[in-house]
């Protein structure tokens, strides 16, 4: 059974840093776009950056320069490494796969982010 499991979540000031990791137990990670998503109080879930098997990545606009995805895919790890963080980032943080279908959803991982 897949396992989705985020972690490095907490709670830090506008303008901290915070870096997310995600553990992923899919045999097909090498090969799959994995992305990170974010579930913000009374929004859609929104996908903010993706990375291809190879190491590409694109980012939302809203994170763009502030946040970087990388991954270990002999670990079958995603990173998220989150600067200069603003209030309009908390939310709940997750990993998927970045194609056009996912895995089950893991439990997330909180960010929250204080004035």
């Known amino acids: 059974q897949v396992k989705l499991v985020e972690s490095g979540g907490g709670l830090v000031q506008a303008g901290g840093s915070l870096r997310l990791s995600c553990a992923a137990s899919t045999t097909a990670f090498s090969i799959i776009s994995m992305g990170w998503y974010r579930q913000a109080p009374g929004k859609q879930r929104e996908l903010v950056a993706t990375i291809t098997p190879g190491g590409r990545v694109n980012y939302a606009d809203s994170v763009k320069g502030r946040f970087t995805i990388s991954r270990d895919n002999a670990k079958k790890m995603v990173y998220l490494e989150m600067n200069s963080l603003k209030p309009e980032d908390t939310a709940v943080y997750y990993c998927?796969?970045?194609?056009?279908?996912?895995?089950?959803w893991g439990q997330g991982t909180q960010v929250t982010v204080s004035e």
């Open positions: 998927n796969s970045a194609e056009s279908w996912q895995m089950g």
